[in-house]
């Protein structure tokens, strides 16, 4: 740390994104990806627009805008484009918590919540998830913080109902709901059209996984017309041009093409379902996932045991360093391809234990 840093981040702990490693010999099944390339008309428009990267992108998005606002079902001004769902999500915390308005999450979800409201100096509560991992909406009715939720959830995939989801929007009435539906093309009922009846529910959503698209960084808001003014009153104060020319046209070809996306989640649920069944067949435990990724235990060996001899056979996972589920793995879905080496891989670590 430099002598200059502001003393109000001094204690800011970041956020420690999954490996990235260089060496494509690995198995990468640890950060959320989609194995699958972006559509061919998403690459096709990037490409396009690389010709014209000399001028500054549109900041209003509009073509991008209008075609996701049809393909959603609400109008163009119900909508704020981000870089990733990230960004959006930090613009919550951003414009709708502060000193004296906390936010509340579960004690177990995206670990990006706890350090936007470090940045942006918001006291936060973690509600504890049941022993099973599942949230106890009852925590939230009524509760005077903005609230963030992960529907699925992460790490452990387990979605809420959207009836589950309307009951805590309609009881905080004067808070903010931010419902992240980062992983809801793979299960679970998106909130989007709830945005019509309730002032007080921001979704995000992101390209990032069921289109194939985190190397694109493409995200976004739905809420009603007066939470996307304030979302874009702290976006024009920040970075007004924060959608680039390539994604913005990677992201319309994308919603060009949306039978390809469509068959992609088709297979990947597809995968979790063969990939459960498997690892069931070798003692794994496993949250009912409706994300693409698996949640799983083995009773005979420690998560940090089986994160490293994966490692060994390069395989990556996600372990994380919580004691409440240090027991556990997330495991992205793969290709069939992937899941069947994954599976055998874990097959030969058992035995050797
Ligand atoms: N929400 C959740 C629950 C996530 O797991 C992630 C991805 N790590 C994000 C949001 C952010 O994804 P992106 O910024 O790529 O849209």
Redesign the pocket.
Known sequence: MSRFFSSKYKNLTPYV??EQPKDTQFIKLN??ESPYPPSENAVRFASCAAGGLNLYPDPTCSDLNAALAEYLGVSADEILL????????NFAFMAFCDENHGAAFPDI??G?YPVFAQLNNVPYTEIPLKEDFSINTDDYKGLNKTIFI?NP???TGIALSLNEIEKIVKSCPDNIVVI?E??IDFGGTSAVPLIKKYDNLLV??????SRSM?GA???FGVGCKEIIEDLNTVKYSTNPYNINNMTMAAGLGSLRDNKYTEDNCKKIKENREFASKELKALGFELTASSANFIFAKHPEMSGKKIYSSLKEKNILVRHFDNSRISDYNRITIGTRKQMKALISALKSILEEN
């Open positions: 994104p999954g950060t959320n981000t870089n990733g769902s990230d960004e959006i999500l979800t995206y990006f992960a959830n992460a790490p992240d980062a992983y995000t959503q992101t390209f990032s996984k985190a960084r493409l995200g």
